[in-house]
C-alpha cells in the first residue's frame, strides 16, 4: 500500500510536458494590459502644420482613440500601444523643411536618351513652383517663390508655350512625396490633384488620349512628374 501511494503522488506531482500554467503574474499578460491601457498625451507640433500632422497620423489611429488639436499641439487620447506609435509617426514628419529636386515632362519618353526637355528646379517642401511646357530657361522652371518670375510673365509665358502649365508644391512623408498638382491645358488631367509619388523616379500622372480630328495622333503625350530630395 504505502509503494502504491508514493508512486500515485509521485505521478500527480510531475507535470505534464507541454503544459502551460498561465498566472496573473505572467510578464506576457502584464505587458499585454500595459500596452492596452488607456493613455492621454498633449504633443508640440514644431516643424509642420499640426493639422497636417493630425490628418497623417488619423489613419493609424485606433478606432477608439481620439486626436484633437488646440493651436499647435494635439491632443491624443488612445491605448499606450498606440500613442507610441503616433509618436513615432510624428517625430518622423514633425521635421525641418528640406529642400527638393522637382522635374516635369510634358513629352516623357521612358526610353529617350536625350533629356533636354525634361525641367527641374528646387523648392523647399510646401513652396510652389510653376513649370511651362516648352520653356527654356536657365533654370527650366518658373517658381513663384525663388526666381522672382511674376504671375504675370508666367502667363505671358505659357501663352506663348500652349498654355500648358503645370503648379506643383511638394512635401516628403516618410519615404513618400505627397504632390498637389495644378494641371492647366492638358487634355486628361487638367485640374487639381493631389498624388503620392516615390523618390528619384519619374512618375507618368495622366492617360494618354486619342484625338481623331488629328488622324487619331496621340494627344498630349505622356506626362511625368519626379520629386527628389537635395543631397
Known amino acids: 500500500m504505502k509503494s502504491f501511494l508514493h508512486t500515485l503522488a509521485l505521478t500527480l506531482l510531475t507535470p505534464v510536458v507541454g503544459a502551460i500554467v498561465i498566472t496573473s503574474n505572467s510578464p506576457a499578460l502584464a505587458q499585454d494590459a500595459a500596452s492596452e491601457r488607456a493613455a492621454i498625451e498633449r504633443l508640440q507640433i514644431t516643424h509642420r502644420d499640426p493639422s497636417r500632422i493630425r490628418e497623417i497620423i488619423r489613419p493609424a489611429l485606433d478606432p477608439r482613440g481620439s486626436i484633437g488639436q488646440i493651436d499647435d499641439k494635439l491632443i491624443i487620447a488612445t491605448t499606450a500601444a498606440n500613442l507610441r506609435q503616433l509618436k513615432e509617426m510624428i517625430s518622423e514628419t514633425d521635421v525641418p523643411a528640406r529642400r527638393l529636386i522637382i522635374g516635369v515632362d510634358f513629352g516623357y519618353q521612358p526610353d529617350r536618351a536625350d533629356n533636354s526637355a525634361q525641367q527641374q528646379s528646387q523648392a523647399m517642401e510646401g513652396d510652389e513652383l510653376v ?101
Do not use: C, K, Y
Open 131 to 231: 513649370f511651362v511646357a516648352g520653356a527654356n530657361r536657365s533654370d527650366n522652371s518658373v517658381a513663384t517663390d525663388a526666381t522672382g518670375v511674376t504671375t504675370e510673365s508666367a502667363d505671358t509665358l505659357a501663352e506663348a508655350l500652349n498654355n500648358r502649365r503645370m503648379t506643383i508644391a511638394a512635401e516628403i512623408i516618410v519615404d513618400v512625396a505627397a504632390v498637389n498638382l495644378i494641371v492647366e491645358n492638358v487634355p486628361g488631367i487638367t485640374g487639381s490633384h493631389i498624388v503620392n509619388l516615390p523618390l528619384g523616379v519619374w512618375q507618368v500622372i495622366n492617360t494618354p488620349v486619342f484625338d481623331a480630328d488629328i488622324e487619331d495622333q496621340l494627344i498630349p503625350q505622356a506626362v511625368a512628374v519626379r520629386v527628389d530630395r537635395v543631397p
